[in-house]
């Protein structure tokens, strides 16, 4: 419906004209702020405001009429009186904006502009600034993260480095270099995890979620803090747990080694517990500890970002970043953390995470191959032979069957060689003519009498001569002649470990 | 003018302790051969199937086979499993640049093919890794005590492998992800490198650690029946599981009642759905009550498999048609099967079926993991998991529920 034709004058039908003419809409009102004419483009917009009859339309009732109309996607200022100034965003996505100019007799004009493409470019301008400055800070939260996280593993490596250098068997060596190897693990997830969070201040990264055994993290925070927490004096306790858990592996890592980091730095005496316990569909991650407390002023305060209780700080080396960092993560997973404490009593920190179905949980290997699981994995292969290329390639191709190799190049003192294995061999692969004359049959001799038993040996010759072969074999050797062919190789590795009785050879 | 018809190969264990096996390995390959040429088999040629017997599957016997069907100008080769050539025949299938579809369930697998794609383009393992069968019993055990279905009397397990490479890989894997799901080894795998006659002392020796599993990794039946019998003379308190073997029809043949309440795994079996139960009838009926579908199904899903390939790549190739056996690959590579044992869909690096629930999560893209538990002599072996395939619920052993 049209709104009513406003009253004809000479030049009336000329200015109705040159109005509708102008693609926007343009309506004019008088003194009274009453709606006289609009616009053909106005009419299109707003006709079915105005009313059919000769009923006045105010501004104000021209806004509550529009508010009423479900054109706009947000209703006008509900106390507003008139146009001026006013930005109308419509559901059809046109953006207006009102300006006003007075009439000579009163009254005024007033004009509403489309900027919805302006609007536009200034929104992208807007979220482009955003996102620069929310880089920036990215860039500098994470290098303050990253100074502050890095510095737990660290710690625990230095420490085990002086327990290696100190070591006085070889099982506390390997104990140790196996922690440090576990601590060195910790801190390149802790990049990644890192890198991670930066990626996701620009909300570029999505969490990976799997299903997996709380217990591999408990191993890890064991293995993290252990070493930390008997420096101090403090009884680390972790109760396993057989769950199957729903979340991301590394953030939720990250969450609770700033628990048990936290939970070690501010005790002093007795004990850091950490269990877990079923809530319905979730399993709350409990950290408790016996130390100073958090007071009740201070609960909600920790998880900001540098929070420090002053008094404690100096002596804590702590920027306040840990809670920090375990919050926003805990938000990006969608996991809760409460909060218990007593001040002088101590603290628990919980994480409810989702629980999983153990049907789905992965063993936390990305790859299965031999090397992982294949039947000579972690078995001890001593290889001789003298051709590099032959023996780096038999090495690739051992390595990659799991297998440890340890390389003999010298056969002068073989009792001193043996001795100096880091581990004594169960296998021998031994190239039969070694380098000054040396026979691989006899050096191998020369090693069971140094290891004082007989280690399975198969020797490795280019040289086909059948009476060579005979001669080696009646030693009790299995022989394989160059190029070994790996399937050659592994049935008689396989034999001479496993089923010894299908081994000429050897009866 | 009759169509040519195309010689395939069955590469089949007929004689020593694997025969049972290899029996219903080549009943699989008659079967499919028989359907695929009632349909006009390839294209119109009709498939014929050649076998060699690879003995007690040595490198040697087994590669002697192999190359026995290739003078026979074989086109592919299936097979069930040849465990103890360590894939030695890979060698003269790459040669001859045929296809070779087996199901091995070996790991070594995923690594010969890997170390060199483009020799080993033809080599196909229809199911699943031995590896996956480790970890997968862990979690199964898991299952069973987390869901209250039963109430282990502690946390410890015993292990005890026979001396093949795909028994020692499956205890090792079981040992590796005992830990993590609350389960104790009693001691490192038992590998034993020579199968006693006489179990009963390692039986004293086990029941000594108290242990609330016992895990034995070897399965050839009747090495199988034999154990069982000497371990249901005085049962020990545990949950038995038994590889593979045990679902074989000669194996509750040979220890009757005594079976029940044994569990199994396998991860390539016949599910208890529409298309499984469908071949299992067809299978007793074409072979008798005495045949096994459950072991049959392996080799004729791969003829199966690659009878669609094939077509898809508008025919077969003998020895030495690289070219066009390479085409029938990429086809086996990028083509899910819905086979009556589940779906295979091969890992395009491993050229391995991707198990479920072990490796993906998704039912209708994996091979099924399954465990089955024995009930009587005349019952078919109940399958207790993983969802959605089982269709009977876990009983209490009943040397378990005597105790």
């Not at chain 2, 997968?136 to 015993?158: E, N, T, V």
């Not at chain 2, 895990?215 to 038995?240: C, I, K, M, N, Y």
Request: aromatic share 8%; proline share 7%; charged share 20%.
């Amino acid at each position: 419906m049209s709104p009513p034709a406003p009253p004809q004058t000479n030049s009336g039908a000329t200015d109705a004209a040159i109005l509708d003419a102008i693609g926007n809409p343009v309506a004019v009102w008088d003194a009274r702020m009453c709606f006289i004419r609009g616009n053909a483009a106005f009419r299109r917009r707003f006709g079915a405001l105005v009313p059919a009859d000769d009923t006045e339309l105010t501004q104000t009732g021209f806004l509550r009429a529009l508010a009423a109309s479900g054109q706009l996607v947000q209703a006008p200022d509900p106390v507003r009186q008139d146009l001026a100034g006013c930005e109308f965003l419509f559901t059809d996505g046109q953006i207006l904006k009102v300006e006003s100019w007075p009439l000579p007799a009163g009254g005024e004009v007033t004009a509403f502009t489309d900027i919805t493409e302006t609007w536009r470019t200034q929104r992208a301008l807007e979220r482009a600034y955003d996102k620069a400055a929310g880089a920036d800070q990215s860039k500098s939260r994470f290098l303050r993260a990253a100074n502050h996280d890095l510095r737990q593993p660290l710690a625990s490596l230095k420490i085990l480095i002086y327990s290696c250098m100190a070591a006085e068997t070889e099982k506390e060596r390997q104990d140790t270099l196996h922690a440090m190897d576990v601590s060195v693990s910790i801190m390149e997830d802790l990049l990644g995890a890192l890198l991670n969070i930066g990626q996701l201040d620009a909300g570029k990264v999505e969490p990976r979620i799997q299903t997996f055994q709380l217990s591999t993290v408990f191993d890890r925070l064991q293995i993290q803090f252990g070493q930390l927490a008997r420096e101090k004096g403090l009884d680390l306790r972790i109760v396993q747990s057989r769950a199957a858990i729903q979340t991301d592996r590394s953030l939720l890592e990250r969450i609770l080694s700033n628990f048990v980091g936290n939970a070690i730095r501010y005790t002093e005496f007795g004990r850091v517990l950490i269990g877990c316990r079923r809530h319905g569909r979730f399993l709350r991650i409990e950290v408790h500890d016996t130390g100073i407390g958090i007071a009740p002023e201070h609960e909600e305060k920790i998880f900001d970002e540098f929070f420090r209780v002053a008094e404690q700080q100096p002596a804590r080396h702590s920027l306040g970043l840990g809670l920090n960092i375990s919050r926003r993560l805990a938000e990006v997973l969608g996991h809760r953390i409460s909060l218990r404490s007593a001040p002088g009593k101590g603290s628990m920190f919980a994480l409810d995470v989702p629980l999983g179905d153990i049907w789905h949980s992965s063993i936390g290997e990305a790859e299965i191959n031999e090397r992982l699981g294949g039947e000579f994995a972690g078995l001890n292969c001593l290889v001789m032979e003298d051709d590099r290329m032959l023996r780096d390639a038999l090495i690739t191709m051992l390595q990659r069957w799991g297998i440890e190799v340890q390389v003999l190049e010298h056969f002068t003192d073989i009792p001193a060689a043996i001795a100096a294995l880091p581990v004594a061999p169960e296998i021998i692969l031994t190239d039969f003519r070694l380098r000054g004359g040396v026979l691989g049959t006899d050096v191998v001799h020369q090693i069971n009498d140094a290891l004082e038993l007989p280690c399975p040996a198969i020797v490795i010759t280019a040289d086909t001569g059948p009476e060579l072969i005979r001669s080696i074999r009646s030693q009790g050797f299995p022989v394989l002649i160059k190029p070994v062919s790996p399937s050659g190789l592994r049935v008689i590795m396989h034999n001479i470990l496993f089923e010894p009785e299908l081994v000429p050879e050897l009866s | 003018m009759k169509p040519q018809p195309i010689p395939v190969g069955g590469l089949v264990p007929l004689t020593t302790s694997a025969a049972s096996d290899g029996r219903e390995f080549q009943r699989g390959i008659v079967m499919a051969c028989e359907e695929i040429n009632q349909r006009g088999g390839i294209l119109g040629r009709p498939l014929e199937p050649i076998f060699a017997d690879t003995g007690s599957q040595t490198a040697h016997e087994t590669i002697r086979a192999t190359r026995f069907l290739i003078s026979q100008g074989v086109h592919a080769i299936f097979a069930g499993y040849n465990i103890g050539a360590q894939n030695a025949e890979y060698e003269p299938v790459a040669d001859a640049g045929i296809l070779y579809i087996h199901c091995n369930t070996l790991l070594q697998h995923h690594d010969t093919v890997m170390s060199d794609p483009a020799r080993y383009f033809g080599c196909f393992m229809a199911d699943p890794a031995e590896y996956w069968y480790g970890q997968g019993f862990i979690k199964f055990l898991s299952w069973l005590r987390d869901s209250g279905q039963w109430h282990p009397a502690s946390d410890r397990i015993a292990i005890v492998s026979g001396p093949k490479p795909y028994s020692i890989v499956i205890a090792n894997a079981m040992k590796q992800s005992a830990r993590q799901f609350g389960w104790t080894p009693v001691f490192p795998p038992r590998i034993l490198r020579r199968l006693p006659t006489d179990w009963r002392p390692l039986l004293e020796e086990i029941r000594a650690a108290e242990p609330a599993v016992l895990a034995l990794t070897h399965f050839h039946s009747g090495d199988l029946a034999r154990f069982h019998l000497q371990f249901s003379e005085d049962p020990l308190p545990v949950l038995l599981y038994l590889q593979y073997g045990a679902l074989h029809r000669v194996f509750s043949e040979m220890v009757g009642e005594k079976s029940r309440g044994v569990i199994i795994g396998t991860v390539i079996g016949l599910p208890r759905d529409e298309i499984g139960w469908k071949f299992f009838h067809r299978y007793k009926a074409r072979f008798g009550p005495g045949s096994t579908p459950e072991i049959g199904c392996q080799t004729y899903n791969a003829v199966h498999h690659y009878t669609l390939a094939a077509a898809m790549a508008g025919g077969t190739a003998g020895p030495g048609g690289i070219e066009h056996n390479r085409k029938i690959a990429r086809i086996l590579c990028d083509l899910p099967y819905r086979s009556v044992s589940g779906t295979i869909r091969f890992h395009p690096q491993w050229q391995a079926a991707v198990p479920y629930p072990d490796a993906t999560l998704d039912a209708s893209l994996g091979m099924p993991h399954l465990f089955y538990q024995l009930r009587g002599p005349e019952d078919p072996a109940a399958l207790i998991a993983p969802d959605p395939y089982r269709d009977a619920a876990f009983e209490l052993p009943p040397w378990l529920s005597r105790g």
